[in-house]
């Protein structure tokens, strides 16, 4: 689940043409503990609070970014997007101009936003 790309299409998300409502998003607990398990002793550089936000890093001489999907189909409120990776941070934004919260604290840094749309990047420099 966490490495099907982020897709920029206009039809992403916003409509029933983008057929995201086909996208399983509520599991039997049972099998979200299987799905958890498979991943648990791989390393995440990024994890969202949210286990239906995919995250991807793109890294540039330029700058960082990360680039956010949201399979849920309904903004997350407060998500938390938690690394222990050295990226700048010292002007982070939403391209969007939405609030983001960054916390540094124990070796990570923790990113905190309200997560609204299908997808979104946050910069990093």
């Known amino acids: 689940m966490r490495d099907t790309g982020a897709n920029y299409s206009p039809h992403h998300g916003g409509t029933d043409d ?9 599991f039997h607990p049972l099998i979200a503990c299987l799905i958890d398990a498979t991943v648990e002793s791989m390393a995440i550089p990024v994890e969202a609070s949210d286990p239906l936000v995919e995250t991807k890093i793109i890294e540039s001489p330029h700058g960082t970014i990360l680039v956010l999907t949201n399979w849920r ?8 997007l938690t690394t222990s ?19 540094r604290k124990d070796g990570q840094t923790i990113f905190t936003l ?11 420099r």
């Open 18 to 26: 983008g057929m995201c409502h086909f996208i399983p998003t509520e």
């Open 73 to 80: 189909g309904q903004p997350v409120r407060g998500l938390r």
């Open 85 to 103: 990776l050295a990226l700048p941070a010292k002007d982070a934004r939403l391209p969007t101009g939405s609030p983001l919260h960054v916390e």
């Open 114 to 124: 309200d997560f609204e749309r299908a997808g979104d990047v946050l910069i990093l």
